[in-house]
Nanobody, 123 residues
Framework: VQLQASGGGLVQPGGSLRLSCAAS????????MGWFRQAPGKERESVAI????????YYEDSVKGRFSISRDNAKNTVYLQMNSLKPEDTAVYYC?????????????????WGQGTLVTVSS
């Protein structure tokens, strides 16, 4: 399984970005997917998780109401819509495939990781 994340960039505070993560293979629809991020000097944290069918989601508290995760199983792609971005959202964002079908949010539950895409929120 290979995961290719894209969509990062430089955006002003209050702006929006949409990240995409395209997965290879035929088993995409069986597993939950997640977005994680790691800011400089900080540990990696989960941001948003979506279950295998897209019917259940999890969000880290600081992004609730601003970020939205979705998936298109026909396209083997998961998305992260990020609105009202803040400087503290600056990080490298990673997509990952879960070992499970449900919304387990700890990183030890993920066995495939993308290469990361940098999001910088700055004026």
């Amino acid at each position: 399984v290979q995961l290719q994340a894209s969509g990062g960039g430089l955006v002003q505070p209050g702006g929006s970005l949409r990240l995409s993560c395209a997965a290879s293979g035929r088993t995409f629809s069986r597993y939950a997917m997640g977005w994680f991020r790691q800011a400089p000097g900080k540990e990696r944290e989960s941001v948003a998780i979506i279950n295998y069918s897209g019917t259940s989601t999890y969000y880290e508290d600081s992004v609730k109401g601003r970020f939205s995760i979705s998936r298109d199983n026909a396209k083997n792609t998961v998305y992260l819509q990020m609105n009202s971005l803040k400087p503290e959202d600056t990080a490298v964002y990673y997509c990952a495939r879960s070992r499970y079908s449900s919304t387990y949010y700890m990183s030890d539950g993920y066995d495939y990781w993308g290469q990361g895409t940098l999001v910088t929120v700055s004026s």
